[in-house]
């Protein structure tokens, strides 16, 4: 793989032992960003949001991937913004791409009616690449095997609010394995099976309301997500991804990464190890967080409106996780 950012990383050292701040100790933890080569403004709007209101303090390293490669003007116009170390990788093919033991003429049956049903991304294969590389690849690509943490992100989100303590070290500190900022609801269409498939004797109060019986279909929206890769290596959650796998649900419906995350965590996770993070003001699409204490708001100096944030929303899990954390 490519290193772009070898050059720039030499300044970056430079500026850190000239400055009189001693440098931050930084946990072993990477952005990691899945684009194509057509979002490159919408890579340089998140890692420029990323970088002011947080990173340039900090100086984590990046690892864009792809399932093609990218191009020389990605990488230029990319590795640019940062003095951090960047990287770029390509998906290894078997990574992305429908297993032999899917019955191709089910699953394409399937993309159909989901297409004429109007559920989003129905219709596509690629999106079902993508999930089933988020729920159960990512974390095993060369570029992320020198990592415990990730930071994930994506072309075109935003961040409000300036990130004064590290998120990663904080969660490395408290003992916690996954954060988020949003939870909403998934789309019924797209995940029929997907309890079926599970074991039916856990506590689960977030994901549940009939004791897991059934999903209730809240997920941590996982376009945000810092969480420790140890636990996506780990045995729970590589016989569970196997097990979903070879359940064929990621292309014969189109199980998103999203929910099965959220349901590996909420299953093998303590939910002391599960952390919110209410001072990362983000939006992704329609959807944002803001803070809602006024202290944390003005600390961060954030740039959204309080009363947009979508935790209030009749759409929004976020309720529910408040009171499932307050029933102790
Ligand atoms: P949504 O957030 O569920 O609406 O889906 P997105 O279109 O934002 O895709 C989620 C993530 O996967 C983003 O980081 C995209 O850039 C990335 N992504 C989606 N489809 C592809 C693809 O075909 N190739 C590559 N390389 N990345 C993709
Ligand atoms: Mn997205």
């Given at each position: 793989e490519e290193l772009l950012g070898e050059d720039l990383n030499l300044s970056a050292e430079i500026t850190s032992q000239s400055s009189s701040k001693p440098p931050n100790r930084l946990a072993n933890a990477t952005f990691v960003m899945?684009?194509?080569?057509?979002?490159?403004?919408?890579?340089?709007?998140?890692?420029?949001?990323?970088?002011?209101?947080?990173?340039?303090?900090?100086?984590y390293p990046y690892v864009l991937l792809n399932d093609e490669p990218f191009t020389d003007e990605f990488k230029r116009r990319v590795s640019v913004l940062t003095r951090s170390e960047m990287k770029f990788g390509t998906v290894p093919k078997d990574h992305w791409s429908q297993p032999d033991w899917i019955d191709e003429e089910k699953a394409a049956n399937a993309r159909k009616q989901m297409e004429l049903s109007r559920v989003k991304y129905g219709g596509s294969l690629n999106y079902r690449h993508m999930c089933r590389f988020n729920a159960g690849f990512f974390y095993r690509h060369e570029l992320l095997q020198p990592y415990r943490w990730y930071w994930r992100v994506e072309p075109n989100v935003k961040f409000f609010c300036d990130i004064h303590r590290d998120p990663v070290r904080f969660m490395e500190e408290n003992n916690k394995v996954y954060g988020f900022t949003i939870a909403v609801y998934e789309i019924s269409a797209t995940i029929r099976t997907l309890w079926g498939a599970?074991?039916?004797?856990?506590?689960?109060?977030?994901?549940?309301?009939?004791?897991?019986?059934?999903?209730?279909r809240c997920h941590f929206w996982s376009n945000f997500e810092i969480a420790d890769m140890d636990f996506w290596r780990g045995p729970a959650y590589t016989a569970f991804f196997e097990y979903l796998d070879s359940q064929g649900g990621f292309y014969y419906e189109r199980w998103g990464d999203a929910p099965v995350h959220s349901i590996a965590a909420s299953l093998f996770l303590r939910r002391d190890q599960i952390h919110f993070f209410e001072e990362i003001g983000y939006q992704h699409d329609d959807w944002g967080h803001c803070p809602i204490p006024d202290d944390v708001w003005e600390k961060g100096t954030c740039s959204c409106a309080q009363g947009n944030s979508f935790d209030m929303d009749v759409g929004s899990c976020k309720p529910r996780w408040d009171r499932f954390i307050r029933s102790g």
């Open positions: 899945l684009a194509r080569n057509s979002d490159l403004e919408g890579t340089i709007s998140s890692i420029r949001a990323l970088e002011d209101r947080f990173n340039s303090r900090f100086g599970l074991a039916h004797d856990n506590a689960m109060g977030f994901i549940s309301d009939d004791d897991g019986r059934t999903y209730n």
